[in-house]
């Protein structure tokens, strides 16, 4: 009965986040229409085809990202490197980091060891919060990335220099669909959540002084297999 409750959330929630753009998609369509059947010029009816391409990209977006929340995870464990993986994570979002006037720091613990993790699905669980934070950042700003070890833990940080997250919204960020930000899924946290419990971590929001938001993602250091 929960598993079927839960799966009428998830449908109806999909519904609701695909009914908006298919509804803005059949409108500029009907704008682009009446342009065409009034001879306007190819330059004009451009303007039309834009929103259309962008909502086609939501979509598609969300329909990925849902896919990834849904199927089944089956983690392959094998040595990592965090610090290298955050590295390689800084490099990625370098060009989106530069648009937004805003710079992003590796803190990683130089003698930290290998983690026996699934480095594939940690990628995307940190991805997901690193383009979070840069979206979330002023400019300019600075999002910063942390590795360190803490006992038989390992210990990643993602902390930006936004609005934060007020106190009443600490767990309504991890549900599905929730989201703050326009033309955002609601996805991209309850995501990377999954994947670190597949791991066999967790990931919360941890306490941070002055603004700005900070996701801590805690894992075995022995993997999820121990």
């Not at 009965?1 to 369509?29: D, F, T, V, W």
């Not at 934070?133 to 930006?160: F, H, K, M, N, Y």
């Amino acid at each position: 009965q929960k598993r079927l409750s839960y799966l009428g959330l998830l449908s109806s929630g999909l519904a609701h986040e695909i009914k908006n753009p298919l509804n803005s998609i059949q409108m500029n369509l009907q704008l682009l229409e009446e342009e065409i059947s009034s001879g306007a010029p190819a330059q004009q009816t451009a303007s039309w085809i834009e929103p259309i391409e962008k909502e086609v990209r939501r979509l598609e977006r969300l329909v990925n990202d849902f896919l990834t929340f849904a199927r089944p995870i089956k983690p392959e464990f094998k040595p990592t490197e965090l610090g290298r993986v955050l590295e390689s994570l800084a490099a990625l979002v370098a060009s989106e980091a530069r648009a937004k006037e805003v710079s992003v720091h590796v803190d990683a613990a130089p003698d930290l060891p290998a983690v026996e993790t699934d480095e594939s699905l940690l990628r995307t669980a940190l991805l997901n919060l690193v383009l979070n934070a840069i979206q979330s950042s002023p400019a300019p700003g600075e999002v910063i990335l942390r590795a360190a070890a803490d006992g038989t833990r390992a210990v990643l940080e993602v902390e930006d220099q936004g609005a934060g997250v007020q106190v009443e919204r600490r767990e309504e960020i991890f549900q599905i669909f929730y989201t703050t930000k326009p033309g955002g899924t609601g996805l991209g946290l309850p995501i990377a959540r999954r994947l670190l419990e597949s791991l066999g971590g967790t990931l919360e929001l941890c306490e941070k002084e002055g603004a700005g938001a900070c996701f801590r993602a805690v894992l075995p250091m022995e993997g999820a297999r121990a």
